[in-house]
């Protein structure tokens, strides 16, 4: 199979008036930038390079048009060879961030989506029936809504909370940006539709808590995943609550304190019932010092959302609930499980210290050890520092490396936009929000393969993500506003084996629905796109 490859690749949804603008292409002549309207030329320019790219295996030049300080509409033509259109504007990407936030209400579970909010991708209730609890058939309870995970409808309570954090901080790092409405069932012109949406992912994770003593099932999903063009609503196999698991409690823990913080000025009453659900499952974790980790019992074959430490998720857990209540039996937590050995900068959803280290990096200064602080703050820079670094050496502009290449690599690809743009608020060094915006441009299509990863954004978005409602539904476009997990060198489903085989880390990456190693879509990848949107769309900073 050819992959198809475009000279010119560039941000589809293009760049912002102020900042850096940059294209790539594999030719070294000189360009122009030309106005698609006027077919005037505006810029001309020297191609940067050649620089080659180890990821992608090419040989690449940089195009370089930030000079450009007038709104339009562009393309760039070098040879014979024309790029595709792009605007340069002062807010290009807030219908984006609407698009990737309205993704989350098209996951919605255990409710109808009505044509008023979906469109043409409504569909009836799914999911409504009581899960069981595994080893214990007879007891079951109500496991309704919340989002679908993924490509499959499984709900799974480590990835729930790395999703909610990062809407939960972007909100509250960046309130400006979420003045306008998504168009969702409680769209009241009050609550921003982020805090509505949000709450439907929380009001689920409430009952994934064991009442009996606060431990937190680790998933709820079918024995099996079902078939690839089955619709929620007909997906009727029992719903089975998979066993308590320490990663899960505690990022449950940690969770439902942010968004205790969060919800505190806007209802207080649900705030109040996050925060007493939080020291709940915070004493089963008490009395359970030893990890549980997860492992799919026998008879489950769902996502497992393994992990080998509860570590991370325990500091997390101490360093918001102390945050939440300033109580110092938690600071006390957070200060021992600060000295033990591992990350303390990860945004993932096996790792989940950054959040731990935001949250304590969060305190003012009467109510936090300095010392300890100083040091995280240094870690988080040089880390950032680090990214930078990597992504000079790059052809294209990211801060990825060869084995970043993974299952999900745009989640590392966003992860890293967060952890700059983090780095840029502590030391005001403008390159770390520049690099955070370049890892943007590659979402957006200046990536080898010029795909936008972002379904219904950019002139050649991906099609067929592997996610069954878009197989099921008989509707050819995709729902948009879903983000592709990205190219994969490991090569883990039976079509990337098959079509991908020798093909450089950058490029392990193949639009088709089969592809679930490769194109599947999660809540988790869409996440950090908004904390990283809410930046560049902030009215303060632009
Ligand atoms: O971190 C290691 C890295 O150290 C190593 O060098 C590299 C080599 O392959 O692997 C990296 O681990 C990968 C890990 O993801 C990274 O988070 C594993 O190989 C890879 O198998 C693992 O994939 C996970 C996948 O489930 C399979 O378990 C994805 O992270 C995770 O996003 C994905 O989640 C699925 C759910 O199970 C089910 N629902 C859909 C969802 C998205 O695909
Ligand atoms: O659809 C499933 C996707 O959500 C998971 O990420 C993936 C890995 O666990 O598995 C997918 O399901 C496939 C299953 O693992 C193997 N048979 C084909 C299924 C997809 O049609
Ligand atoms: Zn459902």
């Known amino acids: 199979m050819k992959i198809e490859k475009r000279k010119i690749v560039l941000n589809q949804l293009g760049y912002l008036l102020d900042k850096e603008k940059r294209a790539i292409s594999t030719e070294a002549s000189p360009f122009s930038v030309v106005d698609k309207n006027t077919n005037s030329i505006v810029f001309s320019g020297e191609a940067f390079g050649p620089i080659f790219d180890q990821a992608s295996s090419e040989q690449v030049y940089v195009l370089d048009f930030s000079d450009i300080q007038e ?4 393309y760039i033509k070098q040879s014979e060879s024309k790029s595709l259109s792009f605007p340069i504007s002062e807010k290009p990407y807030e219908s984006l961030q609407n698009g990737v936030l309205k993704a989350f209400y098209f996951l919605r579970c255990g409710m109808e989506l009505k044509e008023e909010y979906a469109g043409v991708w409504k569909h009836k209730a799914c999911h409504t029936s009581k899960g069981k609890v595994l080893n214990e058939p007879h007891l079951e309870l109500d496991c309704s809504g919340g989002w679908h995970d993924a490509g499959d409808y499984g709900k799974y309570t480590v ?3 790395k999703a909610l954090a990062d809407l939960l901080l972007a909100y509250q790092t960046y309130p400006q940006s979420f003045l306008s409405t998504i168009s969702i069932p409680e769209s009241d012109g009050i609550i921003p539709d982020i805090l509505h949406e949000a709450r439907y992912e929380l009001e689920w994770l409430l009952k994934m808590q064991n009442l ?5 099932f680790h998933k709820v999903t079918t024995l099996a995943f079902p078939g690839l063009d089955v619709m929620p609503e007909e997906d009727e196999h029992d719903l089975y609550l998979c066993p308590v698991s320490s990663t899960a409690t505690a990022s449950f823990v940690a969770v439902l304190a942010l968004a205790s913080t969060v919800y505190r000025a806007i209802d207080e009453a649900f705030s109040i019932r996050c925060l007493e659900a939080a020291r709940k499952s ?14 799919n019992p026998e008879e489950v074959s769902t996502g497992e959302y393994g992990d080998s430490s509860d570590l991370d998720e325990r500091y997390w857990a101490a360093a918001q609930m102390y945050h939440a209540t300033k109580e110092e039996v938690y600071h006390h937590a957070f200060k021992e499980l600060f000295l033990k050995d591992f990350k303390k900068c990860e945004l993932g959803w096996t790792n989940v210290s950054g959040y731990g280290t935001l949250s304590y990096l969060s305190l003012n200064i009467a109510e936090a050890d300095d010392s300890i602080q100083n040091e995280l703050k240094r870690e988080w820079v040089g880390l950032a520092n680090a990214l930078l670094q990597q992504k000079k050496t790059n052809g294209y502009p990211t801060s990825l490396r060869e084995n970043d290449f993974i299952w999900g690599s745009n989640m590392v690809l966003l992860n890293h936009a967060m952890t700059l743009l983090y780095a840029f608020h502590f030391s005001g060094k403008e390159s770390f929000e520049q690099g955070a915006l370049a890892q943007l441009d590659y979402l ?23 996610y069954r409602p878009a197989v099921g539904d008989g509707i050819e476009a995709p729902i948009p506003g879903m983000i592709a ?23 392990c990456f193949v639009d088709h629905q089969d592809s679930y190693s490769t194109n599947e879509i999660t809540i988790y990848w869409n996440s950090p796109a908004i904390f990283v949107l809410a930046h560049f769309n902030d009215l303060d900073i632009n």
Not at 71 to 74: H, I, M, P, S
């Open 71 to 74: 709104e339009g509409d562009y």
């Open 159 to 161: 990835a729930a909370a």
């Open 212 to 216: 009996r003593d606060g431990g937190v």
């Open 444 to 466: 957006l299509g200046c990536n080898p393969l010029g795909y936008s990863y972002v379904t219904g954004f950019g002139a050649n978005s991906i099609q067929n993500p592997h």
């Open 282 to 295: 915070w004493s089963w974790l008490e009395s359970n010092p030893e990890m549980v980790l997860f492992k």
């Open 485 to 507: 997990g990205g190219p994969n060198k490991g090569l883990q489903d039976e079509y990337a084996k098959q079509v991908l085989d020798g093909y450089p880390p950058s490029k």
